[in-house]
């Protein structure tokens, strides 16, 4: 016999049984968990990124919740198993609602979950440009990769053990080095390297490791001395885990010739990674750049040069330079000594002691490197910097830039020139998050926090700019870039009284600053001041520095012909492409040489 089935009947059964599984308890227990789980586990990247926390957090978070879930359901099971037969009017309401899976209570969940992963999916690729590709990173991925760090260290500043003080370059010189090998682990590996700068501010520090790391927020700390000799370095070391108690995971003591330098802290990074529970796979060590031999006396200038100009002064900055140019004398080919040129020559340019040659000599000396080396990170952030301030190929410094951070995510001045080089940009928002990201790799310089400052300032935060500057002070006092931007943003304020206070202390610091006090004094209408300290400027030699404060100030008294005449000045100042988006300049917009200007500039978008 045959029996026939209605297929309306199948159906029926089909959706009672489904109805009957969604409305079950602890098939609602389940779903709701689940979808609850994925939301939260997904939202700690937000707090890794705004809390400084690392990736345990997310691997603790989702141990809990494989824990909890059996528990939940146990829970569900033992509270609904004594549960009434009997329904009220509002039960069997609720029980007609579950019928309907897609009206219920998992249903509203399964629905909010779909809107949640549409949100995060447009959240996350809005902004992004897929055109703007370098390698395998966008501008977007770099900012991510560099926010969400794994494992963060600091090197802490070496103690000197070769028996005399003059031998504190080469000391310095293996800080510095071992920071460069361990920066290139995070081209591959999530590792956050805190900057020398920011280091060395514990040189003679009273603190307990545990203290110390916490102030800088890291998780590892290298102890290192060194003894040396004419031909020769030996390095004692020891890695610190610092949390949650203070253990030492590695020791060991190392030599090296001077020609093999570079091979010795390559194989000392590699050690500490691994400690660090960074093992790198062969693919891996593949994409580092492997260490080469080097002419030991073209090092050890080089090691000096770098020594002096990071001493700041303008002493130690002219014997720096000497020294980088003997270091070139003795080995043409050593890329080190063309990228600490043009990394010097850089710091001029930005300051008041540029003759007028600085950026030239800069962009020199950053083609000649990137010639003899294409796996610095610093080579293709000076070579990014040629294109910002002397060149203005803006297209090309971004590429440059993004290129940097692909080989080093952990560069804080890189980070910081491509702020401003965002700013320029119109992209405020980006350049805030990577300003912030160079105050992150070096917290204890002054540029990054003063000059953050100055960002907000522009971006209409004038008490939140009040704030960050003067945090400032508290890394360096007097720091006369936090007296300039602190008067920029009292001046917004109207503030008038703390302006000019601050205002004269940058002129009182560094005299041919004075156009800033100029420009407060011409903005509140105090012509007759503001005109004296332009006669005054006037009588200062005409440098790239003194040009584009005599545009600055003359701009604020209404000289429009003069104003227009110092902003064409060459060779033109570092700042000089600014003036389209400075608000010093907002008078001159309305003038037609102002749309030259611009044109000239060749600004993106």
Not at 38 to 44: A, D, G, K, N, R
Not at 344 to 364: F, N, T, V
Request: proline fraction near 4%; aromatic fraction near 12%.
């Amino acid at each position: 016999m045959c029996i026939l089935h209605d297929p309306m009947t199948f159906q029926m059964a089909d959706k009672k049984n489904f109805n009957s599984f969604i409305s079950n308890p602890l098939a609602q227990t389940f779903l709701v968990y689940i979808s609850a789980a994925w939301i939260v586990l997904e939202m700690t990247e937000y707090f890794i990124n705004n809390y400084s926390l690392t990736e345990r957090f997310r691997d603790i978070l989702l141990i809990i919740m494989i824990i909890g879930l059996p528990l939940a359901i146990f829970l569900t099971w033992y509270i609904s198993r004594d549960r009434e037969k009997e329904e009220t009017k509002d039960k069997r309401l609720i029980r007609i609602l579950m019928k309907r899976p897609w009206f219920s209570i998992p249903g509203t969940i399964v629905l909010l979950l779909l809107v949640f992963t549409a949100v995060r999916f447009v959240y996350r690729h809005e902004g992004s440009d897929p055109e703007m590709k370098l390698g395998e990173y966008s501008n977007i991925d770099l900012l991510m990769r560099s926010a969400n760090t794994e494992v963060s260290l600091a090197v802490l500043p070496f103690t000197n053990f070769t028996g005399d003080s003059e031998q504190d370059w080469l000391v310095s010189g293996q800080h510095e080095t071992l920071i460069n090998e361990l920066s290139k682990i995070s081209q591959v590996k999530p590792l956050r390297i805190i900057s020398r700068r920011t280091v060395n501010a514990f040189k003679n520090y009273n603190k307990t490791m545990p203290e110390l790391a916490k102030e800088i927020d890291v998780e590892y700390l290298v102890e290192a001395s060194v003894m040396g000799t004419a031909d020769s370095v030996t390095l004692q070391l020891r890695l610190i885990e610092v949390f949650p108690q203070e253990t030492v995971v590695w020791a060991q003591s190392c030599s090296s010739d001077f020609t093999n330098i570079l091979k010795l802290h390559s194989n000392i990074a590699e050690q500490i990674a691994g400690k660090m529970n960074l093992e790198m796979s062969t693919e891996d060590i593949e994409k580092i750049p492997l260490a080469r031999t080097i002419n030991p006396e073209a090092y050890k200038a080089y090691l000096r040069g770098m020594y002096l100009l990071n001493q700041l002064t303008p002493g130690s900055v002219e014997k720096g330079l000497e020294q980088f140019h003997k270091a070139i004398e003795i080995d043409p080919g050593e890329p080190f000594a063309y990228a600490g040129l043009s990394i010097a020559y850089q710091e001029i340019a930005h300051g008041p002691l540029d003759p007028g040659d600085a950026l030239d000599k800069a962009e020199a000396a950053a083609m000649q490197a990137i010639k003899l080396d294409t796996t610095m990170a610093e080579i293709y952030s000076a070579m990014a910097e040629v294109y910002l301030y002397k060149l203005w190929k803006f297209e090309k410094a971004e590429q440059y830039f993004l290129k940097a951070l692909e080989l080093n995510p952990n560069l804080a001045l890189t980070h910081y020139h491509y702020s401003w080089a965002l700013y320029l940009w119109g992209r405020m928002d980006e350049a805030i998050i990577e300003h912030k990201l160079a105050q992150k790799f070096d917290p204890f310089n002054p540029l990054h926090t003063a000059w953050l400052a100055a960002l907000y300032t522009f971006d209409g935060q004038h008490e939140k700019a009040v704030e960050t500057a003067l945090e400032a002070f508290e890394i360096q006092e007097d720091y006369v870039v936090g007296y300039y931007v602190l008067g920029m943003a009292y001046l917004e304020m109207g503030k008038v009284d703390e302006a000019i206070e601050a205002h004269k202390t940058v002129a009182e610091m560094i005299p041919l600053w004075s156009w800033c006090l100029g420009r407060t004094y011409a903005s509140i209408g105090r012509v007759d001041e503001a005109e004296k300290i332009l006669k005054e400027l006037e009588q200062a030699p005409v440098i790239p520095f003194t040009a584009i404060g005599r545009a600055t100030l003359n701009a604020a008294l209404g000289h429009y012909d003069e104003a227009f005449k110092w902003l064409d000045y060459e060779p033109h100042h570092s700042w000089a492409a600014w003036t389209a988006v400075m608000p010093e300049f907002s008078a001159l917009r309305d003038d037609p040489r102002y749309a030259e200007f611009l044109k000239r500039l060749n600004l993106p978008g």
